[in-house]
């Protein structure tokens, strides 16, 4: 198993080299094929004349902006494929809804695997919900490239959140390749419940072995989070042990719960130090 299709969406000028160097490396990797999205959202902005008519001149101003962003995010995206030599296409979606387009959604349903940039309030990228997006509507594994200044690196050492739940499973086996390429694998259970097949102690035993027959080498460690988030705790095991991608489940009872209240999900989209891959 391998990836052999990667969908790279691409937000702002800004980020578009950082998420296609990350793009690339993996499909330098596995021999794939890259799609380089970009969704142009048509900005719109009403300012109050003497008539109470916009202000014509603002609103074009603002759609040639974002067309020159446009040019640029092509520019690097298609500069960075030639320089590597990587088979790739280029696509350009217009329209409001931005990542939920369904040129977006239907490009990152036909691929192997997504690769987009992490969330940053105070960054011109994509946005929570654009994120959210890409996890709950594509049915695909996401890769998030961390805020992080540092570049793609060969990925040692992966980091799985294990809680036994669906969503977990899903990432777990989405994230096959990596697992398989790392020199190691630690299944990170934290505050593991006790089950009708396991005990708190043996959390990830049954998913260590599964991974063990397909050949990757995995340890298991089961731990208490004492009252730290469980972000907290991936970020500093990440950090602890060199690891250079999370793997998780994308947990959500609802999507307005989620964008209210917050969760895991929502915190590692802003806060991952490595890249982490989600899945829903």
Not at 11 to 32: I, P, Q, W
Not at 108 to 125: E, I, K, N, T
Not at 150 to 170: D, F, H, K, T, Y
Request: hydrophobic share 45%.
């Amino acid at each position: 198993m391998t990836y052999k299709t990667i969908v790279a969406v691409l937000s702002a000028a800004e980020d578009t080299a950082k998420v296609t160097e990350h793009a690339l490396a993996l499909a330098r990797t596995c021999g794939a094929h890259l799609i380089g999205i970009h969704a142009e959202v048509p900005v719109f902005m009403t300012l109050v004349a003497p008539m109470e008519y916009p202000d014509p001149s603002a609103v074009i101003a603002l759609q040639e902006r974002a067309r020159l962003q446009t040019k640029e995010v092509e520019k690097v995206f298609r500069s960075l494929c030639e320089r590597d030599d990587i088979p790739y296409e280029w696509r350009l979606f217009t329209g409001t809804a931005g990542y939920a387009s369904i040129g977006v959604i239907e490009s990152a349903r036909s691929a192997d695997l997504v690769v987009a940039g992490q969330f940053d309030p105070d960054f011109d990228g994509p946005t929570r919900a654009d994120i959210e997006d890409l996890l709950y509507e594509s049915g695909r594994p996401l890769y998030l490239v961390s805020n992080a200044p540092a570049g793609p690196a060969e990925i040692e050492r992966v980091l799985v959140a294990w809680n036994g739940s669906r969503e977990s499973a899903r990432a777990t086996f989405d994230a096959l390749p990596f697992l398989l390429a790392a020199r190691e694998v630690e299944i990170y259970s934290v505050d593991p419940p006790e089950t009708a097949l396991q005990s708190a102690d043996m959390s990830g035993a049954d998913i260590a072995a599964s991974l063990s027959r397909h050949g990757v080498k995995v340890t298991v460690s089961p731990v208490a989070s004492r009252g730290q988030s469980i972000e907290v705790l991936l970020n500093r095991r990440a950090s602890e042990t060199g690891a250079g991608l999370i793997v998780m489940g994308a947990y959500s009872h609802s999507r307005l719960r989620q964008r209210l209240f917050g969760g895991v999900t929502s915190a590692m989209m802003r806060d991952t130090r490595v890249p982490v891959l989600m899945s829903r």
